[in-house]
DNA sequence: ATTTTTGTGTGTTGAATAGCATTGTTTTAA
DNA sequence: TTAAAACAATGCTATTCAACACACAAAAAT
């Protein structure tokens, strides 16, 4: 637990959506019960089949939101940025999670207690049109995402994945270095592939200059290409 | 539109979970505005990127949720049964729809401006619950879906299908044939999988004694085996 | 009744991609 | 600093499944 002056100087006004839409007394309260939690890289936050309990407020750092499939292999649902919420879906459907969480980096996230939100909900409407508002925009992009991963082939699916990440976590000051550090495991786990064809996929990628790699570090360099990819490939 | 008392008479108060929520005054709000519609076997209920407007109740009938892909290839997302509700994330999410509904066989459905729902949630928490509630389901079921589609083989991924056809529809009076007669290609859609496919797959199933087959009458025989497929398969 | 269309069943072929093995490289840890 | 572990790159092989072709049956249209 921190103090209310600490926490808003943590969540920026303008880009906390559920803090605004509080009133000063919830404002309060909710200070009163967020919990600061600190991950280390790769440190779960919650698994598959767990009790949801908390809604997850992540502040500094990324997390995948996976699930673990056939032979180990996992598939990832969904990227998260500071300042977004996870882990409600399951407490609001009264049923255990059927996916885990995992800090990618270090990170910084907030815990309150799902009970207490379910409380401010009762009084107040536009946390509930929040709620509303953030699952239908999920459900839509899980629905695309379905049919992306079934029907597109292994080059759709991969330019696809790096939109994703230009999307979600954008470019270093230099424009075009993407900024996120993934494992090409990860990019795998994102795009239904083997890390094998992840790899060989990168290359063909780099021999047809739509992005250059140097490690972890990709490049972006000829993103109309790289969308045209993921839109017909 | 239709008088209330008929709407009383179709729509069952145990069975439609929304209206179990309204106070009388909603209630008659809603009758008053419950516009009926009937769609004809293949009919269009709603495309892709059209542009929300109702909330559909179905009342009698089935009706599949489906997403065009690559190549005229579809991807059936979810089934509906009376009385249950759709159409209404898009609306929610303040975007045009994602996918598209089709009547699969004669049926009878409601619609209700959404306008009037969102006018209705604003003043009513347990309405604004119901939906939460419905979206998070949903959006659990989609999440698990991807999974099961991206990962599990053929013959599992077909008799995923079949439970979920189960699960859904359920048995004729005889207790084994299922209640929902759909096309080979249909199966196919909900399997991700080529039609061809799923009728080698059908056959190889009936071949193993765990269902028998005539035209579009499928009896589940060996039901334990088939939800082994599912799983493991 | 006959033709056309639509749906079903089956075999063959080839392309896409998973699986595996190997090697080199980077990162982490002792 | 060296050893160990994890990650990246690449070639080869095996498998899965889509694509296509064709035959036949059933349903719908004429």
């Not at 500094?60 to 996992?74: L, N, T, W, Y």
């Not at 990860?186 to 200059?209: C, G, Q």
């Not at 109309?224 to 993921?230: E, F, M, N, T």
Request: glycine share 6%; with cysteine; proline share 3%.
């Amino acid at each position: 637990m921190i103090k209310k002056s600490t926490l808003k100087n943590i969540i920026s006004e303008d880009l906390a959506e559920i803090w605004t839409v509080l009133t000063p007394e919830e404002k309060h309260l909710v200070a009163d019960n967020f919990v600061i939690h600190n991950f280390k890289k790769n440190q779960i936050i919650y698994a598959e089949n767990d009790e949801p309990e908390y809604l997850w407020c992540l502040l500094k750092g990324k997390v995948k939101m996976f699930k673990d499939g056939i032979g180990g292999r996992q598939q990832i649902l969904r990227l998260y940025r500071p300042i977004q919420y996870f882990g409600y879906r399951a407490y609001f459907a009264n049923e255990p999670y059927v996916s885990s969480t995992l800090a990618l980096e270090p990170s910084t996230l907030g815990a309150i207690s799902m009970k207490l939100v379910t409380e401010i909900i009762e009084q107040n409407r536009k946390l509930a049109w929040f709620f509303i508002h953030e699952l239908s925009k999920h459900l839509g992009g899980s629905d695309t995402k379905m049919v992306n991963l079934t029907q597109k082939h292994i080059r759709g699916r991969l330019a696809e994945a790096l939109t994703i990440l230009i999307d979600n976590y954008g470019f270093e000051d230099d424009g075009e270095t993407l900024k996120i550090y993934m494992a090409r495991e990860d990019l795998a786990n994102l795009s239904n592939m083997t890390t094998s064809n992840a790899i060989r996929t990168l290359s063909t990628f780099v021999s047809e200059k739509i992005i250059t790699v140097d490690g972890r570090r990709i490049k972006i360099v000829n993103e109309p290409a790289l969308r045209k990819i993921s839109k017909f490939g």
